[in-house]
């Protein structure tokens, strides 16, 4: 409603008589989180069109993949969506393990549920910053990042990175748990709740950033699923689908948790969706924490992981971001003949214009962040 | 003002005594200029993470004088190159260098932008190491580096800076015109044939050697015990949506001559084999005639309902081009995948933006990528690639010296 009236109602300057011309944002924006460049059809400050130009980070992942094996592929996958690197080397495991009827011991598969959701946290409290400051308010960032390096540092003794992980292994973890890990991961889970009452506080109730988010963005459902949307992005337009539980891998089936849906797909709603998905990453983990086995970390894995020939390997997992997919195609030795991606943020930047056609430019850069985009798992 | 400095020495060194005024305002000058650098926030990928991280709360770069992080060039005095240097960015990241006002200096943070980092080999589209396009005054190693790594490459700069004088400032430094190829790959062949020779004088030598102590055996290394691994039967996911059976004979009855990609023929036995897996999933094979008609009615039909295009994409065997196409149907969990050969040839296929509007980048990246041309597509434009890279980069047959590095298998 409010979004036709945008289009509708031209400035009253115009008369018919302006001119439209193009604005080039970025790659070197500080908005456009990464090397994004919106090319952007203008009239006065409203938008008409908006072109998204990718490849400023196209690193050609998906080649170099032809010439590795699924386990020097794993390293590469943390770098594609660096936030959710952990998801991300979850989908190569499953992909291997698919292939090669590997299984998984029933403690790495509680472990990587914990860090997996410990870093869907991570990646919102990052997103929840950097979002909070597209918007102008700057000291949310601080605490966004303050809040998010208390998890840093329990990956940090986990598996020695503190960004890109490398941490599954196709057949289990690479390391076991270190002695006090699940009091960390109690600490981290009551923090981040007493945090996000914080956070609350702090910035949902804050007039300014209503008016700014409320209304603003708004994806229809019909079109979240035309163009692919899937995560907390889809889940705000009313697209009830979450990998977790719709598509289930992993253990992901043995927890209970809701799945939060909004249906006004504005800004807002994207904001309101991630901030409860943290709480439910928090009752996942209390819940995995409560029921870890004791046993192995590692089953037996074969010592070359070859895909047969001709056999198409598909497994996707719901990153913070929303659906993240690799598909292997076999060719019987230990590469594959071909490895593709599909990230979430790619149909999300797509649907960009859909958002935001209409709105005024400023409120381009709240779509952009509320987004959640991170531009080397658009480019690949 | 830096203009002026410059002048200072050309009048103050002839006279008594000022060479020491020249050095102590060398002195005041650096200091001031070390502890007040203004950083352009540039940042491609994961080490711009770790970039914030240094700028945020816990690492607290304004202790060291370099928080005004500034978004134009033209207020920023260091760039800090955070993530890997593509081709296309490459262009740009010269233009913010230019634009940068004198004095300027560059951080190369990360592996990446040191010398391609783990994207040496086989990309078609990185720069291996910033320095072949701007001058780097300090090296940060690290894939990526921690935020106190920054900060010991921040207070490196500041060395760097306290050790300049006004009275031979560094001229604008030049920028690089060598095209981003490999300056390793040039020498490889003869640094392999020095190696040859080397590892030929050694074995002959360590022969020579067996030969007259021949009673000598080599110490042995205590090793780890490695721990005994058990393996553990997998369990599937269970399945949701439709059976593949199901979907096959919905499928079956509108087209004629359908086949399976993971079986030779479909018999009921074949459908059954696949309805007990449950994580099989119905893998069409279609011709490009009717492959327009086969996704629209997975689309429309409501036993299928694939209301989602979750992905498309393509793949090379060495002798055709497959295009293959990932729906989804998103109210009830089942997965439909569609593939097409194509010959090498000119492939040609009906765009699917009109049924799906998420098709129209995946088709863009495919025709790019494959150079399988899409007939009535809204926006045939290239997606990702630089504007000089020739020929289709996922094809088996595609190869470009000047670019890629080959790994050696």
Same mark, same amino acid.
């Given at each position: 409603?409010?979004?036709?009236?945008?289009?509708?109602?031209?400035?009253?300057?115009?008369?018919?008589?302006?001119?439209?011309?193009?604005?080039?944002?970025?790659?070197?924006?500080?908005?456009?989180?990464?090397?994004?460049?919106?090319?952007?059809?203008?009239?006065?400050?409203?938008?008409?069109?908006?072109?998204?130009?990718?490849?400023?980070?196209?690193?050609?992942?998906?080649?170099?993949?032809?010439?590795?094996?699924?386990?020097?592929?794993?390293?590469?996958?943390?770098?594609?969506?660096?936030?959710?690197?952990?998801?991300?080397?979850?989908?190569?495991?499953?992909?291997?393990?698919?292939?090669?009827?590997?299984?998984?011991?029933?403690?790495?598969?509680?472990?990587?549920?914990?860090?997996?959701?410990?870093?869907?946290?991570?990646?919102?409290?990052?997103?929840?910053?950097?979002?909070?400051?597209?918007?102008?308010?700057?000291?949310?960032?601080?605490?966004?990042?303050?809040?998010?390096?208390? =998890?840093?540092? =329990?990956?940090?003794?986990?598996?020695? &990175?503190?960004?890109?992980?490398?941490?599954?292994?196709?057949?289990?973890?690479?390391?076991?748990?270190?002695?006090?890990?699940?009091?960390?991961?109690?600490?981290?889970?009551? !923090?981040?709740?007493?945090?996000?009452?914080?956070?609350?506080?702090?910035?949902?109730?804050?007039? =300014?950033?209503?008016?700014?988010?409320?209304?603003?963005?708004?994806?229809?459902?019909?079109?979240?699923?035309?163009?692919?949307?899937?995560?907390?992005?889809?889940?705000?337009?009313?697209?009830?689908?979450?990998?977790?539980?719709? !598509?289930?891998?992993?253990?992901? !089936?043995?927890?209970?948790?809701?799945?939060?849906?909004?249906? &006004?797909?504005?800004?807002?709603?994207?904001?309101?969706?991630?901030?409860?998905?943290?709480?439910?990453?928090?009752?996942?983990?209390?819940?995995?924490?409560?029921?870890?086995?004791?046993?192995?970390?590692?089953?037996?894995?074969?010592?070359?992981?070859?895909?047969?020939?001709?056999?198409?390997?598909?497994?996707?997992?719901?990153?913070?971001?929303?659906?993240?997919?690799?598909?292997?195609?076999?060719?019987?030795?230990?590469?594959?003949?071909?490895?593709?991606?599909?990230?979430?943020?790619?149909?999300?930047?797509?649907?960009?214009?859909?958002?935001?056609?209409?709105?005024?430019? &400023?409120?381009?850069?709240?779509?952009?962040?509320?987004?959640?985009?991170?531009?080397?798992?658009? !480019?690949? | 003002?830096?203009?002026?400095?410059?002048?200072?020495?050309?009048?103050?060194?002839?006279?008594?005594?000022?060479?020491?005024?020249?050095?102590?305002?060398?002195?005041?000058?650096?200091?001031?200029?070390?502890?007040?650098?203004?950083?352009?926030?540039?940042?491609?990928?994961?080490?711009?993470?770790?970039?914030?991280?240094?700028?945020?709360?816990?690492?607290?770069?304004?202790?060291?004088?370099?928080?005004?992080?500034?978004?134009?060039?033209?207020?920023?005095?260091?760039?800090?190159?955070?993530?890997?240097?593509?081709?296309?960015?490459?262009?740009?990241?010269?233009?913010?260098?230019?634009?940068?006002?004198?004095?300027?200096?560059?951080?190369?943070?990360?592996?990446?932008?040191?010398?391609?980092?783990?994207?040496?080999?086989?990309?078609?589209?990185?720069?291996?190491?910033?320095?072949?396009?701007?001058?780097?005054?300090?090296?940060?190693?690290?894939?990526?580096?921690?935020?106190?790594?920054?900060?010991?490459?921040?207070?490196?700069?500041?060395?760097?800076?306290?050790?300049?004088?006004?009275?031979?400032?560094?001229?604008?430094?030049?920028?690089?015109?060598?095209?981003?190829?490999?300056?390793?790959?040039?020498?490889?062949?003869?640094?392999?044939?020095?190696?040859?020779?080397?590892?030929?004088?050694?074995?002959?030598?360590?022969?020579?050697?067996?030969?007259?102590?021949?009673?000598?055996?080599?110490?042995?290394?205590?090793?780890?015990?490695?721990?005994?691994?058990?393996?553990?039967?997998?369990?599937?996911?269970?399945?949701?949506?439709?059976?593949?059976?199901?979907?096959?004979?919905?499928?079956?009855?509108?087209?004629?001559?359908?086949?399976?990609?993971?079986?030779?023929?479909?018999?009921?036995?074949?459908?059954?084999?696949?309805?007990?897996?449950?994580?099989?999933?119905?893998?069409?094979?279609?011709?490009?005639?009717?492959?327009?008609?086969?996704?629209?009615?997975?689309?429309?039909?409501?036993?299928?309902?694939?209301?989602?295009?979750?992905?498309?994409?393509?793949?090379?065997?060495?002798?055709?081009?497959?295009?293959?196409?990932?729906?989804?149907?998103?109210?009830?969990?089942?997965?439909?995948?569609?593939?097409?050969?194509?010959?090498?040839?000119?492939?040609?296929?009906?765009?699917?933006?009109?049924?799906?509007?998420?098709?129209?980048?995946?088709?863009?990246?495919?025709?790019?990528?494959?150079?399988?041309?899409?007939?009535?597509?809204?926006?045939?434009?290239?997606?990702?690639?630089?504007?000089?890279?020739?020929?289709?980069?996922?094809?088996?047959?595609?190869?470009?010296?000047?670019?890629?590095?080959?790994?050696?298998?």
């Amino acid at each position: 409603m409010e979004r036709e009236q945008h289009i509708e109602v031209r400035p009253p300057s115009a008369g018919g008589n302006t001119e439209e011309y193009w604005l080039n944002m970025g790659p070197q924006h500080p908005a456009t989180h990464g090397v994004l460049h919106l090319i952007v059809r203008l009239d006065g400050e409203t938008v008409r069109e908006v072109k998204p130009e990718l490849g400023y980070i196209h690193r050609s992942v998906e080649k170099m993949a032809e010439n590795l094996t699924l386990l020097q592929n794993i390293h590469l996958t943390d770098r594609l969506d660096y936030l959710s690197c952990h998801m991300n080397n979850h989908a190569v495991c499953m992909v291997a393990e698919q292939a090669c009827d590997i299984g998984v011991p029933e403690r790495a598969e509680y472990i990587r549920v914990i860090v997996s959701e410990l870093q869907r946290i991570q990646s919102h409290l990052l997103w929840w910053g950097a979002f909070a400051m597209d918007i102008g308010a700057l000291s949310a960032f601080l605490y966004g990042f303050a809040e998010r390096e208390k =998890i840093t540092d =329990i990956f940090e003794r986990l598996c020695g &990175a503190r960004l890109t992980m490398n941490y599954f292994r196709p057949g289990g973890v690479a390391q076991d748990l270190y002695d006090g890990f699940e009091q960390d991961a109690r600490q981290a889970c009551s !923090d981040i709740l007493y945090a996000l009452d914080e956070y609350q506080r702090l910035v949902t109730g804050n007039l =300014i950033f209503q008016e700014r988010t409320r209304g603003v963005g708004i994806l229809s459902r019909d079109k979240a699923i035309g163009y692919g949307c899937s995560g907390g992005t889809a889940r705000a337009s009313g697209l009830d689908y979450d990998v977790r539980r719709d !598509d289930p891998y992993g253990i992901y !089936d043995r927890f209970s948790f809701d799945v939060p849906v909004a249906t &006004a797909g504005d800004c807002y709603a994207r904001y309101e969706v991630r901030m409860e998905e943290m709480r439910q990453s928090v009752q996942i983990i209390e819940q995995a924490l409560k029921d870890l086995p004791v046993g192995p970390i590692q089953a037996k894995a074969k010592p070359v992981l070859k895909i047969p020939k001709g056999l198409q390997v598909f497994r996707q997992v719901e990153t913070a971001r929303g659906s993240f997919a690799m598909t292997a195609i076999g060719d019987g030795t230990a590469t594959p003949l071909r490895v593709s991606y599909r990230s979430p943020g790619f149909m999300h930047v797509a649907a960009l214009h859909e958002m935001s056609a209409g709105f005024k430019i &400023a409120d381009l850069i709240t779509i952009l962040g509320s987004l959640d985009p991170v531009i080397p798992d658009i !480019d690949r | 003002m830096a203009v002026g400095l410059d002048l200072l020495p050309r009048y103050l060194d002839p006279l008594p005594g000022g060479k020491g005024v020249v050095s102590a305002v060398d002195v005041i000058v650096n200091w001031a200029r070390a502890h007040s650098l203004w950083p352009l926030v540039y940042g491609t990928s994961c080490c711009a993470i770790e970039m914030m991280a240094t700028g945020a709360a816990r690492h607290d770069i304004a202790r060291f004088g370099a928080e005004v992080f500034r978004a134009s060039p033209r207020q920023a005095d260091l760039i800090i190159l955070a993530g890997t240097l593509t081709e296309k960015m490459a262009d740009h990241l010269v233009t913010l260098y230019q634009q940068m006002p004198d004095p300027k200096w560059v951080i190369a943070m990360g592996a990446c932008t040191i010398s391609g980092g783990p994207f040496y080999y086989d990309s078609y589209s990185v720069v291996r190491g910033a320095d072949r396009v701007v001058p780097v005054d300090v090296y940060l190693p690290g894939c990526p580096p921690r935020p106190e790594a920054l900060l010991h490459a921040l207070t490196e700069l500041q060395q760097v800076i306290k050790g300049e004088t006004i009275r031979n400032r560094r001229a604008s430094k030049e920028l690089t015109t060598a095209p981003p190829v490999d300056r390793m790959a040039v020498d490889l062949a003869a640094w392999e044939e020095e190696q040859d020779e080397h590892i030929a004088e050694v074995e002959a030598n360590k022969a020579a050697w067996k030969e007259a102590n021949p009673d000598f055996q080599a110490y042995k290394h205590p090793k780890l015990d490695k721990p005994k691994l058990e393996a553990v039967e997998r369990v599937k996911t269970p399945r949701r949506g439709a059976l593949p059976s199901a979907l096959w004979a919905a499928v079956a009855e509108r087209f004629d001559g359908l086949s399976l990609a993971t079986c030779d023929e479909v018999t009921e036995d074949a459908l059954a084999a696949m309805d007990a897996d449950s994580e099989a999933i119905l893998d069409l094979v279609i011709d490009p005639e009717r492959y327009a008609a086969l996704v629209g009615f997975l689309r429309g039909n409501e036993a299928t309902g694939c209301d989602m295009l979750h992905q498309l994409t393509a793949f090379d065997d060495g002798e055709q081009i497959s295009v293959l196409v990932h729906l989804l149907s998103v109210s009830q969990g089942h997965k439909v995948f569609v593939r097409c050969a194509l010959e090498r040839e000119a492939p040609t296929l009906p765009s699917l933006s009109g049924l799906f509007p998420a098709a129209t980048w995946h088709e863009r990246e495919t025709a790019e990528m494959f150079g399988v041309v899409f007939a009535g597509h809204p926006d045939p434009r290239r997606l990702f690639v630089a504007e000089g890279l020739k020929g289709y980069p996922l094809r088996k047959d595609w190869s470009d010296p000047s670019r890629v590095v080959a790994r050696e298998l």
